[in-house]
Nanobody, 115 residues
Framework: QVQLVESGGGLVQPGGSLKLSCVTS????????MSWYRQRPGKEREYVAT????????YYANFVRGRFTISRDNAQNTVYLTMNNLKPGDTAVYFC????????WGQGTQVTVSA
């Protein structure tokens, strides 16, 4: 059974940082590129970042602008999203995503950026 479990969200002040984690199981993690998406209040889910199988390449949405970093630990079957200089507009539920013929999603973790 494929499982993706996100954690690390919370309430943070503007300019602050958070590191999200997505622990996976039920599939061979090192065989998949992994992504993060987010859904802001009242908006559709949107793409945030992708990391390749090896971890050597990362891709980001334009709004990330050097503030977010996606990384992975294949030994721990975990993908991370480190977010710096957070803005109120980053408030969203963040989802871990495994693409493929049978895409999988986690349940999401809430990030709230507010003073």
């Amino acid at each position: 059974q494929v499982q993706l479990v996100e954690s690390g969200g919370g309430l943070v002040q503007p300019g602050g940082s958070l590191k999200l984690s997505c622990v996976t199981s039920g599939f061979v993690f090192r065989d998949y590129g992994m992504s993060w998406y987010r859904q802001r209040p009242g908006k559709e889910r949107e793409y945030v970042a992708t990391i390749t199988v090896s971890g050597n390449s990362q891709y980001y949405a334009n709004f990330v602008r050097g503030r977010f970093t996606i990384s992975r630990d294949n030994a721990q079957n975990t993908v991370y999203l480190t977010m710096n200089n957070l803005k109120p507009g980053d408030t969203a539920v963040y989802f871990c995503h495994r693409p493929g013929q049978e895409p999988a999603w986690g349940q999401g973790t809430q990030v709230t950026v507010s003073a």
